[in-house]
């Protein structure tokens, strides 16, 4: 390594332009004199622990514009809670020895704790880091911030496939009456409120959305979805992996338990088959449930141009802000006033994100609870706009994998 | 309606590219002097027991047009089997009353069940009637056709989600151990298989994937997901949702039971929730699970150039083949030899297809039965070829909607 290094890294669940935030650190630590080597560490965290760092200048250029379309996270990522003062300790030595002056850490919430953690460790360790946390989750829950890159494409791909889904259910509402849709989010119902962005008239789907933000009862579900069905011939229902009952069960775990992550987060996702069976069973109606899962953070084919470009946008600009001695922070998009769509950054303190959530505001979802007001329309419309044209070959999207990563695999 | 009528119709699960077999349809009747009246029937046969026809001649140009990239049944679509002989016989009575000289029924093998009957009740009452059934099914499993219009868009969707979904695996192999996608196709794996389309290298997703011709073993199953997770790190599975134990029950139901159609089929789709559930509780290894469902019918925005020619050809032929004279039969798609891929139309007689399925050939799958063979690959990989460009306004696809059905919603 150099006189002066950078370390990039990529932590939680990626998005499909997560790698459009590593684009915009390369390309402007690059450009900078006061930065040596561009080092990425595989595997978040993880990879700064276990040493595990790729020369990211060694990358060819197609491989480094190829980050602006591609999913998934290029550097890898992890799941992984940075908990014991030793391990902290010990990352403060490795950057010590590899002579980091600079962390970035792409990430959500769990990574921005991981951020910190390291921030404050260098702080009580007097080495001179400049720690800056770059905002991505399609969850859309981290604060300060007036929405997180990878927001906007995964609500682009959910609401296309409402659209389109849409369009199909509706042939056929005589004979399937209802489909469900289960979109991703813990405790947040950003991405199932973005499905609203699909409907241009009032027969069109989405016609029932819920939240995890509202408790969710069986009895009132049974009734939205006959008055809909009586309304309209058939219901498209839209319904966040969080919802919970009024006691605040999750419906995802009704049905058997699930894995816990190392932050002690339950993977959900079974919402909509909870509630399908609910509708057979009770209801005696045919019903059908999506789960596109992970699909929702990786369909990059469909990335939103806005958010795209925010990414990269938070990218370069953390280098910036490290370069010009900022630490401890994280990244944010300050929307600006005005007709027109536009956003600047800005910064936070890490230690007020770290393991906090930003729900939907309650004025934003209507009061029966099952679906979104204007306010709501108005402030994720913009985040979907305009279309990136992926380069394809043999019919299908050509995305890069960093070459000296790829030979980690097996 | 005029002196000599057409009714077009579509029955079954609709397709990315129904629509375009529609616009087939249209666009070669209107070319044609033998008809005058160009009619849809809303809701399959069950619009044409209700009279309930729309002109499609008052249908302004923009949206005939639209029909060649929008998804779900322009006209409606229906899960009814045609099983008295009253109602047969008042199908030939209702076409006798509005002059309809020649049907066109686009479906899959129900569909040509229904179209054939139909066609037997027009010899016998004497009544003059060309019908023509149009194939269109993203399972492929029509026999006596090379493929069926619909599938290569489905697959394209597939393979482009298994890419994508593989790119985000990947990176969290180490943290999120295993993938399972779950792909429609109630006795046929044409789309499981059509997954590996994706895989560009040995590492590369999909790493395993199952059949419902191939009888499913949990214990073989183990297995292989362990030999992978130790080979590459992680495994990402596609299972069709059809696959069935060594006694031929159904995996989809082993949680549960799941409604029937008027034909008789049970609604599956719950083979990749079932395994999921079996690798977290028998083998403590973190998974997850995507169920794309109704959406492999329906992204149109992944349309594949290949597969809407066809559809759209197909559509065409019949009219075609309906003018002179041919009754009782289904077109066909006959791919022709030489080293670039072209396919021609035929047509097949539709008491031969009706009710029957055709299965992806053995030796197209491994001896293991958990991977295809190069001829699968050879056979699904032109399907897959060129991009189609879908308008979009505000950020997502512009679909359209016929006029006159449009009014019908409430």
Redesign the interface.
């Given at each position: 390594m150099g006189k002066v290094n950078c370390v990039v890294a990529?932590g939680g669940?990626?998005t499909?332009v997560i790698n459009g935030s590593l684009y915009g650190v390369i390309v402007q630590a690059m450009k900078r004199q006061e930065i040596d080597g561009i080092y990425g560490a595989i595997?978040g965290v993880?990879g700064v622990l276990r040493e595990n760092f790729i020369d990211l200048r060694k990358e060819p250029q197609e491989v480094i514009d190829g980050l602006t379309f591609?999913?998934?996270?290029?550097?890898?990522?992890?799941?992984?809670k940075l908990a014991s003062e030793e391990e902290i300790g010990k990352v403060i030595e490795i950057f010590r020895k590899y002579k980091v002056r600079y962390f970035f850490y792409i990430g959500g919430n769990d990574s921005m704790d991981t951020a910190n953690r390291i921030y404050e460790a260098s702080i009580n360790a007097k080495y001179d880091l400049g720690v800056i946390g770059i905002p991505k989750t399609v969850d859309n829950d981290l604060l300060f911030t007036d929405h997180c890159p990878g927001f906007g494409s995964a609500a682009?791909y959910i609401?296309?496939?409402v659209?389109?889904?849409?369009?199909?259910?509706?042939?056929?509402y005589?004979?399937?009456r209802v489909?469900i849709l289960e979109t991703v989010g813990r405790n947040t119902g950003w991405l199932a409120g973005a499905s609203a962005?699909?409907r241009r008239s009032s027969?069109d789907p989405p016609h029932l959305i819920y939240f995890p933000e509202v408790p969710f009862s069986l009895d009132q579900f049974k009734e939205d979805v006959k008055r809909v069905c009586n309304?309209?011939?058939g219901a498209f229902i839209v319904v966040g992996e969080g919802i919970r009952d009024e006691r605040g069960e999750l419906f995802s775990l009704k049905?058997?338990s699930?894995?816990v992550?190392?932050f002690g987060h339950v993977?959900l996702?079974?919402a909509g088959?909870f509630l399908r069976?609910f509708i057979?069973q009770e209801m005696g109606l045919?019903a059908?449930?999506?789960?596109?899962?992970?699909?929702q953070?990786?369909?990059?084919?469909?990335i939103?141009g806005v958010d795209i470009k925010e990414a990269q946008m938070v990218g370069e600009d953390a280098v910036k802000y490290a370069v010009n001695g900022k630490s401890g922070v994280m990244i944010t998009l300050i929307r600006e006033e005005g007709s027109s769509y536009r956003c600047k950054t800005s910064t936070v303190e890490l230690s007020k994100v770290a393991n906090r959530e930003r729900k939907v505001p309650r004025p934003w979802i209507n009061e029966e609870g099952n679906f979104v007001r204007k306010e709501f329309i108005q402030y994720a419309?913009p985040l979907?706009?305009?279309?990136v044209k992926v380069p394809?070959r043999?019919?299908?999207?050509l995305?890069v994998k960093l070459h000296n990563y790829r030979v980690k695999?097996?």
């Open positions: 990529q669940g990626p499909a595997n993880v591609t999913p998934g996270a290029a550097l890898g990522s992890c799941r992984y682009k609401a296309t496939s659209l389109e889904a849409g369009y199909h259910a509706r042939g056929l005589e004979f399937e489909t962005l699909a027969v309304e309209i011939g049905n058997g699930s894995p992550d190392s993977f996702g079974r088959d069976r057979i045919v059908q449930n999506i789960k596109l899962d992970i699909c953070q990786s369909a990059a084919h469909l939103s419309y979907i706009q305009e279309e394809t043999e019919g299908l999207p995305y695999e097996k």
